[in-house]
């Protein structure tokens, strides 16, 4: 692993993980569960054809999406990028209108018009994922901004990838985020790869995380396969931001271990590298090895949430394909543009 750059932890502060009762760790181990699941059954309904249009699964990127959003409040904002399930699932989405979403189907969260790509519930905080790579986080920090305008004491949360880490405008986000001190934490997700393209082959510096120090950001790299680490950081820098200490920087480790997309063939990596992150660094593994030795989590329980988790998204895949599809001639609803299909000019 390359250099890590650590932000000052309050010595005075226990970790965040031991103030978080032994029902509700659980509950993130479910989440972390459910979050496989669903992504496995997409992948598996992409491939028969049920789901149109691409999806990119999150599968082994759980620990992220849990332990981030676990450190927030529910009207807390998070945006998100093209690879979105876990995250809003972890938001609190409900599965079905999320699965709704995928099939397009007018029960959706975003009545079946943007699928995958496009998910948001702006009454959970999620303010969209979103196709333009490294996009995202300029919503938060326009959420962040709006916040210190209007008084608000939420914070607000942008992941992008590795990929987005060398696009230019998520620079221009983290310098006026430092510069107007906004509550936003921009979180890289950095599983290694854009699309085909190994993270190590075109990233400059020693890391992500070292970048945002160059802007005056606190700035940490953190075990993205490790809920307990995330959470962790992730209630010292949404904390801090609360109390107004301006922006944060986040790298996590991750690993996807599926392709870019569902479907996709594989050639750029070795077998041997996905088996040891499946192996060694396996969020749910490590999550459930954690939880069995805490005495919370019993080989029982375990099985009963496997069996919950299985029947809430059977009850998804079930109520997205007895859903409608939107009605063609609703096509032009809520376009903000002259409404030229049904001849209203507003
Ligand atoms: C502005 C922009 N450029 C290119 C693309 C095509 N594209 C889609 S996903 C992707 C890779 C993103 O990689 P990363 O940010 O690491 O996210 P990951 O897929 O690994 O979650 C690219 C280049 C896009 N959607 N938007
Ligand atoms: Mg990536």
Known sequence: MRNTVTLEKPGDREDAIDRVPSDELVDWLRDMILIRRFEEAGEEL????????????AIGQEAVAVGMIRALRKDDIVTSTHRSHH????KGLEPNLVMAELYGKDSGVAKGRGGSMHLADFDKGLWGSNGIVGGGLGIAMGSALGAVQLGLPRVSVGFFGDGGANVGRVWEFVNLA???????????????????????????GNTIAERATGFGLPSEQVDGQDVVAVFNAADRVVSAAREGSGAHFLELLTYRYKGHNAGEVVTYRTEDELNEWRTSKDPIERFTSYLTQ???LTSALLNTIDNEVARVVADAITFAEDSECSAP??????VSAWNTVNGSTR
Do not use: F, M
């Open 46 to 57: 992409s491939l028969r054809g049920q789901i149109p249009g691409g999806i990119h699964p």
């Open 87 to 90: 995250h809003a699932l972890a």
């Open 178 to 204: 430092t510069v107007w001190k906004l509550p936003l934490i921009a979180v890289c997700e950095n599983n290694l790869y854009a699309v085909e393209t190994r993270s190590a082959s075109v990233t400059g």
């Open 294 to 296: 805490k005495g919370v």
């Open 329 to 334: 001639s609703t096509a032009a609803d809520n």
